[in-house]
């Protein structure tokens, strides 16, 4: 079946401009995560989504990183007044129900900020 | 608090060679562990996972992991690496409130394979 799908793949932007990551999760998987790699800081967790319970926004690295999550499926991730150290590969993942299932990874949107 | 470490960050076998890449985590309750391989310009795809039961874990492409409670250790091994295995490598431990949620990653360990 079809998997966890991100797009865009790419983007680039200039410094201080607003941008929108979109991911599509799994059918049917009711949690949704998104996670940042980058090279300085590897791999960081940022926000979680279960169900219709209040996002886990732990991980959120500043109050210009913003999640929601539309309908239970589709996510948007939004960066407002992007700076250079957001550049990243941003990772969307989804998991079905339960604590014995996995989380399942999208290809990642490669964010540079120029 | 919970964290995952990778000590090696580059590792080179020859193709047919046996591989171990390790894994040490910091966790205070049962842990949820997974282990991830990352090729260049795509997501993590899951290899194994650990959740309870047999320590011995068996995962795609002829890998297996070996939970060491004692240890505080999740080894990932295969007996015989082909040059398609070549890629970075996560380990990860499940971590949150009643269970797992998020990941918590290790550095991860970048894997060469030599003809």
């Known amino acids: 079946g079809a998997g966890v799908s991100q797009s865009p793949s790419n983007k680039v932007t200039e410094k201080g401009k607003d941008v929108e990551l979109r991911c599509d999760p799994i059918s049917g998987h009711t949690a949704l995560y998104w996670y940042r790699q980058s090279l300085g800081q590897g791999l960081e967790f940022l926000i979680y989504?279960?169900?219709?319970?209040?996002?886990?926004k732990s991980g959120l690295p500043s109050d210009r990183f913003s999640a929601e999550r539309t309908g239970g499926s589709v996510s948007t991730l939004t960066i407002q007044r992007t700076q250079q150290e957001d550049s990243a590969v941003y990772l969307c993942a989804s998991r079905k129900g339960g604590n014995n299932q996995p989380q399942h990874f999208g290809d990642g949107t490669r964010l540079s900020i120029l | 608090a919970q964290s995952v470490t990778q000590p090696d960050i580059h590792i080179t076998v020859s193709e047919g060679a046996s591989l171990e890449l390790r894994c040490n985590y910091s966790?205070?309750?049962?842990?949820?562990l997974f282990w991830y391989v990352q090729s260049p310009g795509q997501g993590l795809q899951l290899l194994l996972k650990y959740f309870s039961g047999d320590t011995l874990v068996q995962g795609i492409k002829g890998f297996e992991a070996e939970f060491k409670r004692s240890q505080s250790s999740f080894n990932l091994r295969n007996p015989s690496v082909h040059w398609s295995d070549a890629a970075e490598y996560f380990c990860?431990?499940?971590?949150?409130?009643?269970?797992?949620?998020?990941?918590?990653f290790g550095a991860g360990t970048r894997l060469a394979v030599h003809p």
């Open positions: 966790y205070g309750a049962t842990p949820y």
């Open positions: 990860a431990v499940g971590a949150g409130p009643g269970g797992y949620n998020k990941l918590i």
């Open positions: 989504f279960q169900g219709n319970s209040a996002p886990d």
